[in-house]
C-alpha cells in the first residue's frame, strides 16, 4: 500500500493581481497551493489561472465583509488551508481579523491597524520614543484649526490612504482649510471608506522604501531603495532604485529606525514595505509602514533582485507559519546587496484620452530589462492629478550597481512618452 501524500500548503492570496508574475512563480517556487481572491476589478480566466493557483475563490470584502467572513469559513471547513494573506493595503485588517477568527497565523487584527491607520501609526510610533513630525488627527474635515499651529507647510491625507491618493501639501495656514474639505471628499468617493485624516509637517529630503520580512519578531532589511525626492503638492510615484547610496551611518540608523517601528507597531511576522524621509538628508523619518509585499508585489522584484532572498515566497510560508527558507545567515538585521535592481514608473506626462505609448515595446529586447508592466494603454483617459488613474508601466530592471540604474532611467526620460488627443477629445 502506497502512503498517502503529505497534504501540499495551501494559502488563500486576497486580491492579487494576476497580471503581475512575481507572487505567484515564488508561490510555484515555494511548493505552496494558492486559493486566489480575484480583485474585485480583474476577471480570471478560470481555464488560465496564474502559476500556482489550484481555485478560485470569489469574495465581497469591501461590500459585505461578513459575507466574505462566511465564506472563508465555509471553505475552511470543507477544505482546511493553511494560510490567508493579502498584499493589497486595503484588506490587510480583513485578513488579520479572519486569521485571527480561523485560528490561523496573522499579525493580529491591533497591528493591522495600527499599520494601517496613519494616525494610529503617527501615536505608536511618537509613544516608542521614535521620529515623529508634528501632527494633528482628524475624524473627519472639521476639527483642522488646531493644524494651523503646526509648522508650515504641511501634508493633510486621508488616514487610510494608499497609492498617495489624495495626499497633499499645503504651504500657508490660511489654505488649510479647503484643502482638508477636498481631501475628505475626495476620500470619501475614491477610498471605500475613509476613517479620517491627518495633517502632518512636511519632511524635506531624498524619500527611501525599505523592504522587510519579518518573522517571530526578528527583522530582516532585504533592501533600502531610494524612491526620489518629490516636493508636491501632489505626490506621484516615480523612481524607485534599490540599494540606495547611502552613508554607513545613516544606512544603520535607517535600519535602526525600520527595526523599531516593526516593534512599536507590533507587526511580528510577515513582510514589511516602509516609506521614509531623510530629512536634512540623514534623518530617518517614517512616512508610513504596510503590513505587505508592497507596490502590487514589485517590491518582491526589487528585494530578491538585491538580497537574493525570494521574499514572496518566504512571505507566504510565514503566512501558512512555516519558517523562512531562503533568508541567508547575517549577524545584524541588514541582508548585503548582491546587486542593484529598479524600477521606472512611467509618469503620465499630461491628462486626457491617451493616442499613442512610445518607447515601451523597444524595451523587450534590452537585457537589462526583466518586465514592461503596461496598464493603461490608448483608449484609457487619465484623470488630472490628484484623481488617480493608475500608473501607465513599470519597467523593471537590473543592473549592476544603483548608478547604472539611475542612467538608464535618464535614458528612458528620453525615450518614453505619451500623447494624448487634444484637449476637449476626450468626453
Ligand atoms: P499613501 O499611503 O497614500 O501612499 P503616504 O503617507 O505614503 O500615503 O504618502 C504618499 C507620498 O506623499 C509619500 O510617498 C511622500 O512622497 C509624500 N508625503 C506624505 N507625507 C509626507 C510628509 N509628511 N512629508 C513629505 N512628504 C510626504
Given at each position: 500500500m502506497t502512503p498517502a501524500?503529505?497534504?501540499?500548503?495551501?494559502?488563500?492570496?486576497?486580491?492579487?493581481?494576476?497580471t503581475l508574475p512575481w507572487v505567484f512563480e515564488s508561490a510555484q517556487r515555494a511548493g505552496i497551493d494558492l486559493v486566489l481572491v480575484p480583485?474585485?476589478?480583474?476577471r480570471v480566466d478560470p481555464d488560465r489561472l496564474p502559476p500556482a493557483v489550484v481555485e478560485l475563490l470569489p469574495l465581497d470584502i469591501e461590500g459585505d465583509p461578513e459575507g466574505a467572513l462566511a465564506a472563508l469559513r465555509e471553505r475552511y471547513e470543507r477544505a482546511p488551508f493553511d494560510g490567508l494573506t493579502t498584499h493589497y493595503d486595503p484588506v490587510v485588517p480583513f485578513v488579520a481579523d479572519a486569521a485571527a477568527e480561523l485560528g490561523?497565523?496573522?499579525?493580529?487584527?491591533?497591528?493591522?491597524?495600527?499599520?494601517?491607520?496613519?494616525?494610529?501609526?503617527?501615536?505608536?510610533?511618537?509613544?516608542?520614543?521614535?521620529?515623529?513630525?508634528?501632527?494633528?488627527?482628524?475624524?473627519?474635515?472639521?476639527?483642522w484649526a488646531a493644524a494651523t499651529a503646526l509648522d508650515f507647510p504641511v501634508v493633510v491625507k486621508p488616514a487610510n490612504?494608499?497609492?498617495?491618493?489624495?495626499?497633499?501639501?499645503?504651504?500657508?495656514?490660511?489654505?488649510?482649510?479647503?484643502?482638508?474639505?477636498a481631501v475628505w471628499e475626495l476620500g470619501r468617493t475614491k477610498l471605500s471608506q475613509v476613517s479620517g485624516l491627518i495633517v502632518e509637517e512636511y519632511l524635506d529630503g531624498p524619500e527611501l522604501a525599505v523592504e522587510s520580512l519579518v518573522h517571530r519578531g526578528r527583522v530582516r532589511v532585504l533592501a533600502i531603495g531610494y524612491k526620489?525626492?518629490?516636493?508636491?503638492?501632489?505626490?506621484?510615484?516615480?523612481?524607485?532604485?534599490?540599494?540606495?547610496p547611502l552613508p554607513a551611518d545613516v544606512q544603520e540608523a535607517v535600519v535602526r529606525e525600520v527595526v523599531a517601528a516593526h516593534a512599536a507597531l507590533g507587526v511580528a511576522d510577515g513582510p514589511t514595505h516602509t516609506e521614509l524621509?531623510?530629512?536634512?538628508?540623514?534623518?530617518?523619518?517614517?512616512?508610513?509602514?504596510?503590513?505587505?509585499?508592497?507596490?502590487?508585489?514589485?517590491?518582491?522584484?526589487?528585494?530578491?533582485?538585491?538580497?537574493?532572498?525570494?521574499?514572496?515566497?518566504?512571505?507566504?510560508?510565514?503566512?501558512?507559519?512555516?519558517?523562512?527558507?531562503?533568508l541567508p545567515a547575517t549577524a545584524g538585521?541588514?541582508?548585503?546587496?548582491?546587486?542593484?535592481?529598479?524600477?521606472?514608473?512611467?509618469?503620465?506626462?499630461?491628462?486626457?484620452?491617451?493616442?499613442?505609448?512610445?518607447?515601451?515595446?523597444?524595451?523587450?529586447?534590452?537585457?537589462?530589462?526583466?518586465?514592461?508592466?503596461?496598464?493603461?494603454?490608448?483608449?484609457?483617459?487619465?484623470?488630472?492629478?490628484?484623481?488617480?488613474?493608475?500608473?501607465?508601466?513599470?519597467?523593471l530592471s537590473h543592473h549592476p550597481s544603483t548608478a547604472d540604474a539611475e542612467e538608464f532611467h535618464r535614458s528612458l526620460e528620453h525615450s518614453i512618452r505619451i500623447d494624448y488627443a487634444p484637449q476637449g477629445a476626450a468626453s
Open positions: 501524500a503529505a497534504p501540499r500548503t495551501t494559502v488563500v492570496l486576497v486580491y492579487q493581481r494576476s480583485r474585485p476589478d480583474e490561523l497565523p496573522g499579525i493580529g487584527s491591533g497591528p493591522a491597524r495600527a499599520a494601517q491607520d496613519k494616525r494610529l501609526m503617527r501615536q505608536r510610533l511618537a509613544a516608542a520614543g521614535l521620529n515623529v513630525p508634528g501632527f494633528v488627527a482628524l475624524d473627519g474635515p472639521t476639527g490612504g494608499f497609492s498617495s491618493m489624495g495626499v497633499t501639501k499645503v504651504d500657508r495656514a490660511a489654505d488649510l482649510g479647503p484643502v482638508v474639505e526620489g525626492e518629490p516636493t508636491g503638492p501632489y505626490f506621484e510615484e516615480g523612481v524607485y532604485r534599490a540599494p540606495a524621509r531623510l530629512r536634512g538628508g540623514v534623518r530617518p523619518y517614517l512616512l508610513e509602514m504596510g503590513a505587505r509585499v508592497g507596490g502590487s508585489s514589485v517590491s518582491h522584484y526589487i528585494a530578491a533582485g538585491v538580497s537574493g532572498v525570494d521574499f514572496a515566497g518566504d512571505a507566504l510560508r510565514i503566512a501558512a507559519g512555516l519558517a523562512p527558507r531562503t538585521p541588514l541582508v548585503p546587496a548582491r546587486g542593484a535592481a529598479a524600477n521606472y514608473i512611467v509618469p503620465c506626462g499630461g491628462s486626457g484620452l491617451i493616442t499613442a505609448v512610445h518607447g515601451l515595446a523597444e524595451l523587450a529586447e534590452d537585457p537589462r530589462v526583466d518586465h514592461v508592466v503596461q496598464m493603461l494603454h490608448p483608449g484609457d483617459v487619465v484623470r488630472p492629478y490628484p484623481d488617480f488613474s493608475g500608473y501607465p508601466a513599470f519597467v
